[in-house]
């Protein structure tokens, strides 16, 4: 996932790789990247590796490496590939998930603003008809973006999983 959403339905892309990224972090205690003493070849049950990342929840990265990983510079850039692509694929899905809650949280402010507004001008005469939504809008929008900071991390740890 490389750019923001740009059809709804790609939403249920982004929930399912935010499961993948949370249950690779906290199923088994952190993401272990390999690299095999063959930089070519993937790493499996049984095959030497030359370097190991341990990326663990709470953010600590914890490297071991072979002394044949520290002689042999085209190990350590194979292994720094694979450690940097994963960076990569985490932080654009998060960058992703951040930027939709944000617009999902603007998106709510906006329709209840518009709402909450409409109906004070219905209700209100003369010149309070044009100065009940100037004030209305903005004090709601700030409340509901208050709200939704609140309410959107919790939202977001039950999708997860996580309490």
């Known amino acids: 996932m490389n750019a923001i959403l740009s059809r709804p339905g790609e939403i249920l892309d982004l929930v399912q790789e935010c499961r993948r990224l949370s249950a690779e972090l906290y199923s088994v205690g952190g993401v272990t990247i390999d690299t095999a003493i063959d930089p070519r070849g993937e790493p499996s049950e049984g ?3 030359a370097a ?4 663990q929840p709470d953010g600590d990265v914890v490297c071991f490496a072979t002394d ?8 350590r850039m194979a292994h720094s590939r694979n450690v940097a692509a994963w960076y990569g694929r985490a932080e654009s899905t998060l960058s992703e998930a951040v930027a939709v809650m944000r617009s999902l949280g603007r998106a709510v402010g906006v329709c209840i603003s518009l709402v909450l ?7 209100t005469g003369g010149a309070l008809r044009f100065v009940v939504p100037m004030i209305v809008v903005p004090l709601v929008f700030v409340t509901v973006g208050a709200g939704a900071r609140l309410v959107i991390p919790r939202l977001i740890s039950s999708v997860l999983g996580h309490r």
């Open 47 to 49: 095959v030497p590796i």
């Open 52 to 55: 190991r990342t341990v990326i």
């Open 68 to 75: 044949r990983y520290c002689h042999d510079a085209d190990l």
């Open 117 to 123: 507004s409409g109906l004070g001008a219905l209700k």
